[in-house]
């Protein structure tokens, strides 16, 4: 397509934070980097997340960590791919990086779904079930009779066990 060099600088798009995409090959180069961008944020987030509730599940923070240097790398190839006139060599390794990088990412989600089911209660793991009996200590008016649903977040991979419910519930 020949979209690489529409935009010759980094990180600006022809010297403007928003260049006029009424080219369409500005506005396919703008997208790449724009996704890029999101990328590397999810990507940080996801290494966030895991330092704050998963830190001692080794496998899992060393793939995010990991992934997150990757995307670093993988941003100063795009950059040094645009400085370089897209030279061949450069643009092979940007690319290899790319596909390492979607490898790394499928590899956190993937080590993500085996940690949550293997913990049983991701609640337990990420210390939201004493923050479930904080809340539950601080509220006396709670009386369902039952045992307490922990709060965990969506998705957990866990058991699926649905707690009883009272009779007014059903």
């Not at 999101?38 to 704050?52: C, E, R």
């Not at 293997?118 to 904080?134: D, F, P, Q």
Request: charged share 15%; net charge negative.
């Amino acid at each position: 397509m020949g979209a690489g060099l529409a935009c010759p600088d980094w990180p600006l798009c022809n010297g403007s934070a928003v260049p006029n995409l009424a080219d369409p090959l500005i506005a396919v180069e703008y997208a790449h980097r724009l996704v890029a961008v999101l990328t590397g944020l999810f990507i940080l987030s996801t290494m966030v997340l895991v330092l704050l509730w998963f830190r001692s599940e080794s496998n899992l923070l060393t793939l995010s960590v990991m992934s997150f240097a990757l995307v670093i790398v993988q941003s100063a190839f795009g950059a040094f791919t645009i400085t370089t006139e897209l030279d061949p060599l450069v643009v092979t390794i940007h690319l290899a990086l790319g596909t390492a990088t979607l490898a790394f990412a499928l590899m956190v989600s993937l080590a993500a779904v085996h940690t949550t089911a293997g913990a049983g209660s991701v609640a337990h793991a990420t210390g939201l079930s004493s923050l479930n009996e904080e809340v539950h200590k601080a509220d006396p008016d709670e009386t369902d009779g039952g045992p307490e649903k922990p709060l965990r977040p969506p998705f957990h991979g866990g058991d699926r066990k649905e707690r009883p419910r009272d009779k007014d519930e059903r």
